[in-house]
């Protein structure tokens, strides 16, 4: 376990702690204050039979008894050392000032409005979203809202287990998604979960009829998923214990959702991720290294940290953050960049171009691959480019 993941286990132990104080310290004081007013009730009672300051001294000594004070005190006590406790755990699970591990960026605001309410209209949240570009005086809020508002009309529709809309939106777009390999097989994972609801609700002759209007085009290339959904009317009532009880998962729904959204976002030239949310979240991972990385600069590398076009070392952010391929030369152990791209030699081992340039010490002579005993020059080096990696800017 690292040692983040140890200090925000041992703040999550301290609050649990606190909590069980409270509620002690909390049944304590509800005793405690029944006590006393049972007591107070019984020297009311006895102030009709015997003197005023019978009563009162009798009430006096049996409070002193009873302890209250120093109770209460020990159990307040006892409350503020777990918060205080709880709060040193806290100040080692969470830094306080993260800006030691930031730099000045120069953002565009209309660009980073534009960001931020997309994430809202992607999210659902339009009230909010209206708010925010109405005090940023954003002048497209409307264009950036609409699309998203159409997506989450049929999404609430499919959680309501309603997929017209969406049939109908597919139907709509059909030419678009057929251009996007992603989209293969989307509009038959509709119709195939429309024909399972319909079984569902209406019977095996009303999903029979469903199918021979709708699956006819799916024929050729859904044949064996069409043949087991027709097998599965012979079980209509038993499908739970037949070898199609998979089709009564409610998780194709969630399934329908994630995917509908997806092919959405992608008509629209958005990510399926918020963007937002997924920078959010890279940050979130790396900044524990970051700020053991600023904690250690001092002096003029303090300059250079801020200013430095790249991290002086790597980060791993997990294979959730990976979106395109990217090149490490084996020699530098440094990725590729715009500047320093990766280069192919003769003999097909591949290294950046500035790694070629130290080992040749200069831009005409020859050198010996440092894999293998064939030679080149620079000049005979290819730049190369993979197929799914973006300008390496």
């Known amino acids: 376990m690292s040692n983040e993941s140890s200090a925000l286990a041992s703040a999550a132990t301290e609050a649990d702690r606190v909590v069980k104080r409270q509620k002690i310290c909390s049944t304590k004081f509800a005793d405690a204050v029944d006590g006393l007013l049972a007591a107070v009730n019984d020297s009311r009672n006895r102030l009709q039979d015997d003197s005023t300051e019978n009563a009162l001294n009798d009430l006096k000594q049996h409070v002193t008894q009873l302890g209250v004070s120093s109770e209460l005190h020990d159990q307040t006590k006892q409350l503020h050392g777990a918060i205080a406790k709880l709060g040193k755990a806290l100040e080692k699970a969470f830094v306080p000032d993260i800006c030691k591990a930031t730099r000045p960026v120069e953002f565009d605001q209309d660009t980073l409005n534009q960001v931020v309410a997309e994430h809202l209209f992607h999210e659902g949240r339009f009230a909010v979203g209206e708010k925010f570009i109405q005090e940023a005086g954003m002048a497209n809020g409307e264009s950036l809202k609409k699309p998203f508002e159409a997506m989450h009309q049929v999404l609430k529709e499919i959680r309501a287990h309603n997929l017209e809309p969406a049939l109908h939106w597919v139907e709509e777009h059909r030419q678009e998604l057929q251009r996007q390999p992603q989209a293969k097989g989307f509009e038959f994972k509709l119709y195939r979960l429309s024909f399972l609801n319909t079984l569902q609700q209406q ?63 992608g008509l629209l030239g958005q990510a399926y991720e918020s963007p937002l949310l997924v920078c959010v979240a890279a ?25 430095a076009p790249q991290l002086t070392v790597p ?25 320093n791209p990766p280069k192919m030699l003769p003999c097909g081992h591949v290294l950046a171009s500035q790694s070629i340039l130290k080992i040749a010490r200069g831009s005409v002579r020859t050198f010996k691959c440092p894999y293998c005993p064939a030679e080149a020059t620079p000049q005979t080096c290819r730049e190369i480019h993979f197929p799914d990696l973006a300008p390496l800017a």
């Open 283 to 307: 940050g979130s991972v790396a900044l524990p290294t970051l700020l053991k990385l600023a904690s250690k600069v001092v002096g003029p590398q303090q300059h250079e940290f801020k200013t």
């Open 315 to 339: 980060l791993e952010l997990g294979k959730e953050f990976i979106f395109h391929s990217t090149f490490a030369c084996p020699v530098s152990r440094e990725q590729s960049t715009a500047e």
């Open 203 to 265: 019977g095996h002759k009303a999903a029979l009829q469903y199918a021979r209007q709708h699956f006819a085009r799916f024929k050729d290339s859904n044949m064996p998923e069409i043949q087991r959904l027709m097998g599965s009317l012979c079980y209509t009532r038993r499908q739970s214990s037949s070898p199609y009880a998979e089709f009564n998962s409610p998780a194709q729904w969630d399934d329908v959702d994630h995917e509908f959204t997806r092919q959405c976002c």
